[in-house]
């Protein structure tokens, strides 16, 4: 079965972290760029960060850089996002998508699979 399954999320208070993990099954992984979005309550979704195939190559938005890396182990079909000094504005449901291509702007367009979602909350 082709899928992404997301776990990691949690309610965390401001200033923590978290490492949000994102498994893929029924295809080949390191054959695809692989991204994180976010969507907030009320707000459109967002990407929040890409890597590439080789995890040689990475993008960031600029509200999160310097606070969350993304990285990939695909001996383990992992992706993962771990998020540092956490705020309330990332309050948010974080999705876990595969795309089509590598590209200095995360879009929605790109994706060809999403995962279900992992809920994170930031509150004290």
């Known amino acids: 079965q082709v899928q992404l399954v997301e776990s990691g999320g949690g309610l965390v208070q401001p200033g923590g972290s978290l490492r949000l993990s994102c498994t893929a099954s029924?295809?080949?992984?390191?054959?695809?760029?692989m991204g994180w979005f976010r969507q907030a309550p009320g707000k459109e979704r967002e990407g929040v960060s890409s890597?590439?195939?080789?995890?040689?190559?990475?993008t960031y938005v600029d509200s999160v850089e310097g606070r969350i890396t993304i990285s990939r182990d695909n001996a383990k079909n992992t992706l993962y996002l771990q998020i540092n000094s956490l705020k309330p504005d990332d309050t948010a449901i974080y999705y876990c998508a595969r795309l089509e291509r590598f590209f200095w702007r995360l879009l929605a367009n790109d994706v060809s699979l999403w995962g279900q979602g992992t809920q994170v909350t930031v509150s004290s």
């Open positions: 890597i590439s195939q080789s995890g040689g190559a990475t």
């Open positions: 029924g295809f080949t992984f390191d054959d695809y760029t």
